[in-house]
């Protein structure tokens, strides 16, 4: 078993400001790399989330407790997880089953993404629980089972 990572608050506090960097930029109708581009589509799908961007010390301190739910930052970089496995079309299941939910359940892409985020929040809970890397195979075998129901 590998010992349990808890970051910092100042690599936190780094990851959390490519978030507002990105969604600033965009805000600002000002140039994006690839991946401010999709920080800012997952943004955008999540309009519940936009009063955290409006400071900056807040959204880069805030603590979330487990009872408020999903950490919204938490939510945000699973999005973007999925969006990165899609555009890149690893592991292939993701790719597949999302299609399968948007073109043939006809959900919408964002509930879709939602299931699958669901998949992926539970995986890398369990990881975390027991120390140990992400369970591969139970994902993508969760993953086929969406393209199955």
């Known amino acids: 078993m590998s010992a349990h990572y808890t970051p910092t608050r100042e690599t936190l506090r780094a990851h959390r400001q490519i978030f507002w960097d990105a969604w600033q930029k965009a805000q600002a109708d000002l140039p994006l790399n690839a991946l401010e581009v999709r920080i800012a589509r997952v943004i955008r799908m999540h309009p519940e989330y936009h009063p955290y961007f409006e400071d900056m ?10 009872d408020d739910g999903m950490n919204p930052y938490l939510h945000l970089s699973l999005h973007l997880a999925l969006e990165e496995q899609a555009a890149s079309k690893q592991p292939p299941e993701m790719g597949q089953a999302l299609i399968h939910m948007v073109s043939v359940k006809k959900m919408d892409r964002h509930d879709a993404l939602h299931k699958i985020l669901d998949i992926l929040a539970e995986v890398i809970h369990q990881s975390q629980r027991l120390g140990e890397e992400p369970n591969h195979q139970l994902y993508t075998a969760q993953l086929k089972d969406l393209t199955r129901l």
Do not use: G, P
Not at 57 to 66: G, N, S, Y
């Open 57 to 66: 010390e807040d959204f880069l301190e805030r603590d979330f407790q487990i």
